[in-house]
């Protein structure tokens, strides 16, 4: 049965005493939630502080991105192993963000996924195409060449512990939503993808999650989707309200 995940991804925002602040709700709401598995992304300088806050929770914490050596003179970098030091048992590698501002290529994103496997973080890989490859219905063939490229020479026992999100990049911050049909659509074609490369029951067992203005009001619509396994979540992870609704689309609960 695949692992149900609910991940915020808290972006660069909030400072310590806000971080330690929305933890510690989000920890009060969702006490004894088991229901899926429960994910927030603080930034890198507060990862210390909220793992501490959500410690013995049902609770974990990941970082928003690492990269692929584990110690040296790479001023401004951080290492699997430092995330895993902090209390991280997840890491977002690829997200359109890194992609777009700081120029991440898929040949980067192999390397940083091969490294945070290394330092046994579960990597959540982003995937996601931009408007105008949608509108020109280049949708799956951009997502076949960022999954070739990002996924190379991985044997399938490390696709084992892989998440993929797939975030449509024109439906990040922008308010609009991929419908529940037009989300399906994309994670249904990425896990035959996925089928094709390393198997069917690796494929059928793959979390794969949906992320781009995920909120309240579309959560449910979108979570009760064949192939969609949870949400990373952006803008809406920030207020504990809305993430605690969020969670519960995935018990069906209101």
């Not at 699997?80 to 977002?92: A, F, R």
Request: net charge negative; glycine share 10%; charged share 25%.
């Amino acid at each position: 049965m695949r692992k149900t995940i609910i991940a915020g991804n808290w972006k660069m925002n909030t400072t310590a005493d806000e971080a330690s602040k929305l933890a510690t709700e989000i920890k009060a709401r969702l006490t004894g939630f088991n229901h899926a598995e429960l994910l927030i992304c603080p930034p890198y300088i507060n990862l210390a502080q909220v793992s501490k806050v959500v410690n013995k929770s049902v609770i974990k914490i990941g970082g928003q991105n690492l990269y692929y050596e584990q110690s040296g003179a790479f001023t401004g970098e951080i290492s699997g192993q430092m995330l895993k030091s902090v209390g991280c048992d997840y890491v977002i590698v690829g997200h359109s963000e890194r992609r777009a501002l700081f120029g991440e290529t898929d040949e980067l994103i192999n390397r940083k996924l091969k490294a945070a496997l290394d330092s046994e973080l579960i990597p959540i890989l982003c995937i996601g195409e931009q408007l105008e490859d949608r509108e020109a219905g280049l949708t799956e063939k951009v997502l076949e060449k960022q999954l070739d490229g990002s996924l190379k020479e991985f044997p399938t026992d490390w696709m084992e512990k892989i998440v993929v999100a797939y975030e449509p990049v024109w439906a990040i911050g922008t308010g609009k939503t991929a419908t529940p049909e037009q989300a399906e659509e994309v994670h249904r074609f990425i896990r035959d993808k996925l089928s094709q490369e390393f198997g069917g029951t690796v494929a059928e067992g793959l979390t794969i999650l949906y992320g781009g203005s995920v909120k309240p009001d579309n959560s449910d619509s979108l979570f009760a989707e064949e192939n969609i396994d949870g949400f990373l979540i952006g803008g809406a992870s920030l207020k504990a309200e809305s993430f605690e609704r969020i969670a519960h689309s995935a018990s069906k609960e209101s």
